[in-house]
């Protein structure tokens, strides 16, 4: 009897088993592929994260190296003028032809015939136009360099620089590089006279635009960028806490706060360059702001960050228990001082680590600082909010569009100083959160 | 005096009024032996409110209203007859004498005494140009007695502003710190400004919707009555550029259509990068990943949230764009023997694909939250059941989850629209109407910024229509925001 059923079960099992294992296969099959599918798409998007940082980081590393030449230079006075009159006349000095020591020093380094002009363009060509500048602070520093000789590290020019750092394709026939066989020998004997030297750049954190890339850098769009940081920190901190507290702590549920939820929700997805038509029209056309001033580019980003602060501190305050709240109040505070003596020290880790995404957020916008004409050719040091500046994503932009090799390899630099200011801002963020934040 | 230093001066006087009050208020308490009202800091602060806040909001008036009535009066001076004898409008008019005035205030001191109001224009003018202001030779010699005049209104106005303005700051001080007594109710007044500055504060958000929707309106507006809104929403050839070189006709060519088509084609190609890949990442993360991976998956994809466009419009530009570009080449030379690129490197595909990318973490976080809410039980059922993981998410979890999939689609597909950098890097100029994505196209968002940098002019077409299409934009991108919006909504409430 037992044996019977055992044999029924096993038969009926054996049976429906058979029957189901090809479903079984099939189904198990589209299973191991959809989970294919995810790892796939997960890698995709990885892959894309990493190539898209190697692809900066490759082009960019370069950046951080200028090739520097050292050149003895006679200060002559033949061609700048005696101590005393450089002092009696500065715009002498100013206007003196400093590119001419630089050749002649070259001449006379490479031990070329004056007279071969071929040769002496050739060598003219190793150095940067900016030698000009270089040569005439050293003059303006210090009278007494002139009528003496000293070795000075003069800039290399572009075409140089890129072809020492392998930029160019050497290869090639002469014509179709920008660097001739004369110079590769000029440079080949700089090489072994130790005159040519890789050193790192810090000019592209000091220089301002320039359209020679061996003198161009970000020093001028940074401060541009940080004053603009100061003033979307002034702002939009105090009116998005403000504003929260308000609606989180105070507000009434009725059609006015209902609005501004809604209002503040949009606000947060309306495209970027949206902000910027409204700081054109609002800031400049009416209120007749200067253009391409950082007060502008501020008020403008402050706005775009607004949303994102007051969501970030909404959701602080609301992480807060109650029971806080019920103590306050139950020990006598007014509505006012709960919120301010108890609630917002508690909200405080939530609110700024916010606030710090806010900010990284708007230190990459580009679009809205377009319009309001921050592209723009920005060679001096902005000194008030007002005076026309630049911003780091802008003068990124800038530099995207220049053809030459130098400029692509120190758009990616400038990017890789941009990333490294983000993810600072980011780590920073992320290490707030972990040391205060509150679980309860 | 300059309008920092009055507030700064402002800011003082309340500071020293507050300290009064405080030591008045921890006074009161010594003197009549109990214990007053409010603690010494909100008479501090009652005193510091009189002081700042009238005092600031009468600057900030007149700072508005000062130019502004100063602009009537010296309209109302214009000789009757005059402006329009020289050929100008009022406008231009009042520009020219506004810039006479800043001539004469670059000035230095000793030459501007020897400028009077009967002075002609003629002799003013070489003396302005030394000083660096160029000034429009249809100036008149009626002028230079407005802009005197109108110096001194500004001069006159700053000075009484500065005074009146401290005045109010001091007053308002003294009438707070007579008001300290032990009955004052401090703290309440005191809560009371502060609950009005939290409100102030929360209709900023309000007043920029404003800001955004006025001053778009008011530009198109103006747009609109010089170029037909017909030919504008309807029109297929974009030539803005065409009638500035004076070919006759006040109008372009401004037809919307093939930029809101190279706008809905490029972002059309970035959703099928995107939601794809997004969407089965979030799906493996909620449903398989064991929390190491997803623990480093996660934060990995985010990270491509957080790179600014302009990296991606600078990676479409020197890496993608010449890689496709290559890679037609190469194509075409294994398939027809004739190596010439196919895909320009500034293309719809190229623009497309990378902002695909940058849209992977949007679609993928907004789609993983949604998942990972829909409720454990439906999950347990349906595997309770027997079906396997893939069913399960196919089946049950998709279905339930799709009105929020389908709302994070969309926001995500409104920042596709209003995407500005890699589109201004990568997809080129040229206004075509095509259908082969390996053609360069452009966006809406493209032509806002060529049409807005560089010289501006705000009564040429070629500015304005910027706004026009701003606004279409905006209208755009809102109406999916606010449909999205209220899908969550609808959607949140179903399972909460």
């Given amino acids: ?440 | 005096m300059s309008t920092s230093i009055i507030i700064l001066i402002v800011l003082l006087v309340g500071a020293v009024g507050g300290y009064a009050a405080y030591q008045r208020g921890r006074q009161l308490r010594i003197e009549r032996g109990m214990r007053p009202h409010s603690r010494p800091i909100y008479h501090a602060s009652y005193v510091l409110s009189w002081a700042w806040v009238p005092s600031l909001l009468l600057l900030g008036t007149w700072l508005i209203a000062s130019p502004i009535l100063n602009e009537i009066q010296i309209r109302n001076a214009f000789p009757e007859d005059a402006v329009a004898e020289a050929g100008l409008t009022d406008d231009l008019a009042y520009g020219i004498v506004e810039s006479i005035g800043v001539g004469l205030r670059s000035l230095p001191e000793d030459e501007r005494d020897q400028i009077d109001e009967d002075t002609p224009i003629e002799d003013a003018l070489p003396l302005f140009r030394q000083y660096g202001v160029a000034i429009a030779s249809a100036s008149q010699d009626w002028m230079l007695p407005l802009a005197i005049e109108s110096n001194i209104w500004s001069t006159v106005s700053r000075w009484a502003m500065t005074i009146v303005v401290v005045l109010f700051a001091a007053g308002g001080a003294f009438y707070g710190y007579r008001n300290i007594r032990t009955r004052l109710r401090a703290r309440n007044k005191v809560e009371k400004v502060v609950n009005v500055t939290l409100i102030v504060a929360s209709s900023i958000a309000i007043m920029t919707t404003v800001g955004i929707v006025f001053s778009m309106l008011f530009e198109s507006a103006d747009f609109f009555s010089r170029v037909s809104a017909w030919e504008f929403f309807f029109g297929t050839t974009w030539e803005p550029r065409f009638s500035a070189a004076g070919s006759g006709g006040e109008t372009g060519q401004f037809g919307l259509i093939p930029l809101l088509a190279g706008t809905l084609y490029i972002g059309a190609v970035a959703m099928a990068v995107a939601v794809p890949i997004g969407l089965f990442a979030a799906i493996y993360m909620a449903e398989y990943a064991d929390n190491r991976t997803r623990s480093v998956a996660k934060p990995l994809l985010e990270v491509l949230a957080g790179i600014p466009t302009i990296v991606y419009g600078f990676f479409a530009l020197v890496t993608v764009g010449p890689f496709f570009r290559d890679l037609s080449a190469q194509i075409s030379g294994l398939l027809t023997g004739n190596y010439s690129a196919f895909i320009q490197a500034q293309s719809v595909l190229t623009a497309g694909c990378v902002m695909g990318i940058m849209l992977i973490p949007f679609v993928s976080s907004l789609s993983d939250d949604i998942i990972t809410s829909v409720p454990r039980s439906l999950r347990d059922g349906s595997l309770g059941l027997g079906a396997t993981r893939s069913e399960t998410v196919k089946r049950v979890i998709l279905p339930a989850a799709l009105p929020g999939i389908v709302s994070a689609l969309l926001l995500t597909a409104s920042r596709a629209i209003g995407e500005t950098m890699i589109v201004v890097l990568a997809a080129g100029v040229a206004a075509n109407l095509t259908i082969n994505p390996f053609e360069a196209m452009t966006t809406i968002t493209v032509k806002i910024v060529q049409q807005l940098t560089g010289d501006l002019e705000f009564t040429s077409p070629q500015t304005l229509v910027a706004f026009a299409l701003g606004i279409t934009l905006f209208v755009i991108t809102l109406c999916l925001n606010v449909y999205a919006l209220y899908i969550v909504r609808k959607y949140k409430e179903q399972y909460e």
């Fill in chain 1, 1 to 440: 009897m037992t044996d019977a059923t055992a044999n029924d079960i096993s038969d009926r099992s054996e049976a429906t088993r058979g029957r189901r294992d090809i479903g079984i296969k099939r189904r198990y099959a589209a299973e191991r592929r959809f989970k294919a599918y995810g790892m796939i798409a997960i890698g995709l998007g990885i892959a894309f994260l990493f190539i898209l940082l190697w692809s900066v980081v490759s082009k960019g590393y370069t950046a951080f190296w200028q090739t520097e030449i050292r050149v003895p230079i006679t200060f002559s006075e033949e061609v700048i003028g005696t101590a005393e009159e450089g002092a009696a006349n500065q715009s002498k000095l100013m206007m003196a032809n400093y590119p001419q020591l630089a050749r002649d020093g070259l001449i006379q380094l490479l031990e070329i015939d004056p007279e071969n002009s071929e040769a002496v363009s050739a060598a003219n060509g190793l150095v940067s136009q900016g030698v000009r500048m270089e040569l005439r602070d050293m003059v303006l520093n210090d009278l007494q360099v002139i009528g003496t000789t000293e070795d000075v590290w003069l800039y290399a020019s572009s075409d140089l620089d890129s072809a020492l750092k392998g930029s160019y394709d050497l290869s090639v026939e002469e014509s179709r590089r920008p660097i001739s066989d004369l110079q590769l020998e000029f440079i080949e004997r700089l090489e072994e006279m130790g005159a040519l030297e890789q050193n790192f750049n810090w000019g592209l954190f000091t220089f301002g635009a320039s359209s020679r890339a061996e003198t161009a850098g970000v020093g001028v769009a940074i401060i541009g960028s940080a004053y603009m940081m100061l003033i979307v920190l002034a702002l939009a901190l105090p009116i998005g806490v403000a504003a929260s507290i308000y609606l989180e702590e105070f507000a009434p549920k009725n059609r006015f706060t209902d609005l501004i939820e809604v209002n503040i929700n949009n606000l947060a997805a309306v495209p970027s360059i949206v902000f910027g038509i409204l700081g054109l029209a609002v800031f400049i056309n009416w209120f007749g702001l200067p253009r391409s001033a950082a007060l502008v580019g501020g008020l403008v980003l402050t706005l775009m960050t607004l949303p994102t602060i007051i969501i970030a501190t909404r959701a602080a305050l609301r992480a807060v228990p109650p029971s806080i709240r019920w103590a306050a109040l139950g020990l006598g505070a007014s509505k006012t001082q709960t919120v301010f003596q108890h609630v917002l020290p508690l909200a405080a880790p939530g609110i700024l680590t916010g606030t710090i995404i806010g900010l990284a957020q708007a230190l990459g916008e580009t679009a809205p600082l377009l319009l309001i004409g921050m592209v723009a050719f920005v060679a001096d040091y902005p000194e008030t909010p007002l005076d026309a500046a630049t911003a780091l994503p802008v003068q990124i932009y800038m530099w995207a569009n220049e053809a030459e090799r130098a400029f692509q390899e120190r758009t990616s630099g400038a990017i890789m100083i941009l990333l490294g200011f983000l993810a600072l801002m980011n780590l920073t963020a992320i290490f707030l959160r972990r040391r205060f934040e509150r679980r309860w």
